[in-house]
Nanobody, 117 residues
Framework: QVQLVESGGGLVQPGGSLRLSCAAS??????????WGWYRQAPGKERELVAR???????NYADSVKGRFAITRDSVKNTLSLYMNSLKPEDTAVYYC?????????WGRGTQVTVSS
């Protein structure tokens, strides 16, 4: 059974940066063989896809994070990352990784990102 484990969240001031990481454990899952995404869910809101990377390496971003976030993957370490810059209070949410669409694996616990002064 595959477990998705997100890490790297925390409390950061507006304008700050964070790097999130995602690892798939429990089975042989190749990050670079599937389309993956970073999602987030803010309190009282639905979970939304904010960044995705295709198996071929093409990246797409939600308008709200375009130019500030970058999704990458490491085929050697078999991990997915989300670099977040120029963070805003509205980026506060629990961040999750999963395939896009998220039809194969259960959601992990996510990692909390709080942007506040």
């Amino acid at each position: 059974q595959v477990q998705l484990v997100e890490s790297g969240g925390g409390l950061v001031q507006p304008g700050g940066s964070l790097r999130l990481s995602c690892a798939a454990s429990g089975s042989i899952v190749r990050i670079d063989a599937m389309d993956w995404g970073w999602y987030r869910q803010a309190p009282g809101k639905e979970r939304e896809l904010v960044a995705r990377i295709s198996a071929r390496g093409f990246q797409n971003y939600a308008d709200s994070v375009k130019g500030r976030f970058a999704i990458t993957r490491d085929s050697v370490k078999n991990t997915l990352s989300l670099y977040m810059n120029s963070l805003k209070p509205e980026d506060t949410a629990v961040y999750y990784c999963n395939t896009d669409p998220p039809r194969y694996f259960s959601w992990g616990r996510g990692t909390q990102v709080t942007v506040s002064s």
